[in-house]
């Protein structure tokens, strides 16, 4: 018979609180040291504004020694970790006395010991241990000495007497069976009456009200998000606002619609610098201003406060105007940093309907955000992505510069100290070498209607200051054998599952040169199969990262991409185009044509008819069989008398003449 009881000591609900905190707290610790333990980017380029930017953000992101920068996953951990501590103690402090009853453990003797060696043994314990004999001390009190006594005697009469030792055997119990007790972990107090109704109303308030609450804001927040990550009416609005022909300005109006639910109204504080760089950025803009405020006016012609806040934040951004208020400029960060989730949704839009100059639109836009740059900035002005260059001593610098190296040639000539920053900057720029782009289909030479075709592109990056005459010419045979090489490691990577070929070194660049964005950025770039005479991508386009950059004396300086999708179901010749675009520099595109011949496939060898099969001849066994069936046969070649006798007359003539000769 079993009973059950209440944990009256709370040994057991201590047990299992330590067990659950511990499933919690040991996995959340792991993930989170693994996360803290990961290097901040230090390499990339090492210009003194790109090194100054990832020390602040760094510092940013740990804060200060006097307030450190906590989240809300630290302080679960550390409270965690501070109770899981605290009932470790109580329960250290606890005495539990649970040992197995063992009369051979008491007496100290082994199981296989004579009934007479016992007697022998118990007399000599009881002189020594008998209550008579033993003087009570400070640590052996009158209790203690009583009960050491019973508990030896108990053990040797259950090892002498029959009845007591067959319990023992039967029931490892010197009194027989006894009930089973099992405790149940929860502490008495919690059931006992007069704590019921605190007891019912804790219940209550967590599985009636916290929890369905909990439940509800996770169902119905997961269901106002997309899985892009952004808000669903954010979405319904890129869905309404994009156009087929849409400009960068009309991106970046379209883009601004979504902060009127991304960015909550009570973040918003109305600010009076927030009105000056509204003017400073029509001043700047003029016309292309006042058409984005008109793009993000809703349908009753009001313009949402938060849109507002949002899009002059940004234009300063892209502007290069310095904000004095910290707040604001904190505001500002969070709402840069948001710009390449909301630009990757609004690309999903535009890549699912096939547009392609949105799609091109939305890409470079990334690079102007990253650079700090305005939309569609001409040649001359993409050179103030270089650091220390700005468009006021720009026309100092160089006046005629069309690119880096000119800039830096100047610079140089003048001996101007930031000859070295930008020199820097150039060594790792991301200025994308296509070097070959074509299709290819696994164990054919010939691309057939609706087959598998791999689009197959190799980049490599080749920095402004690269020599272009550093590659070693190879000898007839060792450019045969580097095409043979070539063409098995496309072969392999093609039947591969990977996008991108692995690199034969360690991976290179680290930080792109981004001395205006508010974090670490690492420079990726799209690859986009296009047909540019009807504004449609063929395929979404690839995101890809870690191009090598060319090296000297290298046969294989590359790296290959492939792109999969099935080929059109009709044969014909498609004239369409590769882009390469990067996220992170402005106007650092590749640009190449590309043919696709679709063939039918080649007919296969025809049996010959019946009519082409020779009768078999006459002579023969098949000639023979089919006679017998009745078919037709060749009829066997019999030379005649006249034409043997003819032959016979023609031979003696020639001998006639020769006697007579």
Not at 97 to 114: A, C, M, Q, R
Not at 508 to 527: D, L, N, Q, R, Y
Not at 588 to 599: C, F, G, Q, Y
Request: hydrophobic letters at 40%; charged letters at 25%; glycine letters at 4%.
């Amino acid at each position: 018979m079993a009973t059950y009881e209440y944990d009256e000591a709370g040994v057991m609900a201590a047990y299992f609180l330590i067990t659950f905190l511990a499933l919690i707290l040991v996995p959340l610790t792991i993930s989170s040291l693994s996360k803290s333990s990961a290097k901040h980017v230090t390499d990339g380029c090492q210009c003194t504004p790109c090194v100054e930017q990832r020390k602040k953000v760094i510092e940013q992101e740990k804060g200060s020694f006097l307030r450190p920068k906590l989240s809300k996953k630290t302080y679960f951990l550390v409270g965690g970790w501070s109770l899981f501590a605290l009932v470790c103690y109580r329960v250290s402090l606890l005495k539990v006395e649970n040992k197995v009853y063992n009369p051979f453990e008491i007496l100290g003797i082994k199981t296989s010991t004579p009934e007479k060696e016992i007697k022998s043994h118990f007399k000599q314990l009881s002189k020594l241990y008998h209550p008579d004999k033993v003087k009570v001390t400070a640590n052996m009190t009158i209790e203690a000495i009583q009960e050491r006594f019973v508990q030896i005697t108990k053990a040797y009469k259950s090892l002498t007497d029959e009845k007591i030792k067959e319990n023992w055997i039967k029931y490892n119990h010197p009194d027989g069976p006894q009930s089973t007790t099992m405790g149940i972990a929860l502490p008495k107090w919690i059931v006992e009456g007069k704590n019921r109704i605190w007891v019912l109303a804790a219940y209550g308030l967590v599985f009636g009200g916290a929890l369905p609450a909990l439940v509800g804001r996770w169902w119905f927040g997961s269901r106002q998000k997309t899985k892009d990550g952004i808000n669903a009416k954010s979405a319904a609005a890129f869905f309404k606002s994009m156009k087929e022909e849409s400009t960068v300005e009309e991106v970046l109006g379209t883009l601004g619609k979504a902060y009127k639910w991304e960015l909550p109204v009570y973040k918003t504080k109305a600010s009076k610098e927030l009105d000056t760089l509204e003017e400073a950025v029509t001043k700047e803009l003029g016309s292309k201003w006042m058409e984005v405020r008109r793009l993000l006016k809703d349908y009753d012609g009001e313009l949402h406060e938060s849109r507002r806040t949002a899009l002059v934040l940004l234009y300063a951004h892209l502007l290069r105007f310095e904000v004095h208020d910290s707040a604001l400029r904190k505001q500002q960060q969070e709402v840069i940093l948001q710009t390449p989730l909301l630009l990757n949704a609004l690309l999903n839009v535009a890549v699912a309907r096939t547009w392609l100059l949105p799609s091109l639109a939305i890409m470079r836009l990334h690079a102007y955000f990253i650079q700090a740059l305005p939309p569609n900035a001409n040649e001359h002005l993409r050179l103030t992505q270089l650091p220390g260059i700005s468009t006021d001593n720009l026309a100092e610098i160089a006046p005629k510069a069309k690119s880096f190296t000119d800039v830096l040639q100047s610079l140089e000539e003048k001996a101007d100290p930031r000859s070295s920053d930008v020199k820097k900057a150039i060594a790792k720029w991301g200025s994308v070498d296509l070097v070959s782009a074509s299709f290819k289909v696994i164990g054919e030479r010939i691309v057939t209607p609706s087959s598998i075709i791999y689009l197959l592109v190799k980049l490599r990056l080749t920095p402004p200051t690269t020599d272009a005459s550093m590659k070693k010419e190879l000898s007839v045979e060792e450019t045969k054998k580097a095409v043979v090489q070539e063409e098995e490691a496309d072969e392999k990577f093609l039947a591969s599952k990977l996008d991108a070929e692995e690199l034969l070194a360690a991976k290179e660049g680290g930080a792109a040169h981004a001395p205006f964005w508010p974090g670490a950025k690492k420079p990726s770039w799209w690859i986009v199969l296009a047909d540019d005479k009807t504004n449609r991508v063929v395929v979404p386009p690839l995101k890809i990262t870690d191009i090598p950059y060319s090296k000297e004396g290298s046969d294989h300086d590359y790296r290959a991409y492939k792109i999969q999708f099935q080929g059109p179901p009709n044969t014909g010749l498609f004239t369409w185009k590769v882009y390469i675009v990067s996220d992170t520099f402005v106007g650092e595109e590749a640009l190449t044509d590309i043919s696709l011949k679709i063939e039918d496939p080649p007919a296969a060898e025809e049996p010959p008819s019946e009519d082409e099969i020779s009768d078999p001849d006459e002579d023969t066994l098949a000639g023979q069989m089919a006679a017998m069936r009745g078919g037709a046969v060749k009829k066997a070649h019999v030379e005649s008398d006249d034409e043997s006798s003819t032959d016979d007359d023609k031979s003696e003539a020639s001998d006639s003449d020769s006697d007579s000769d």
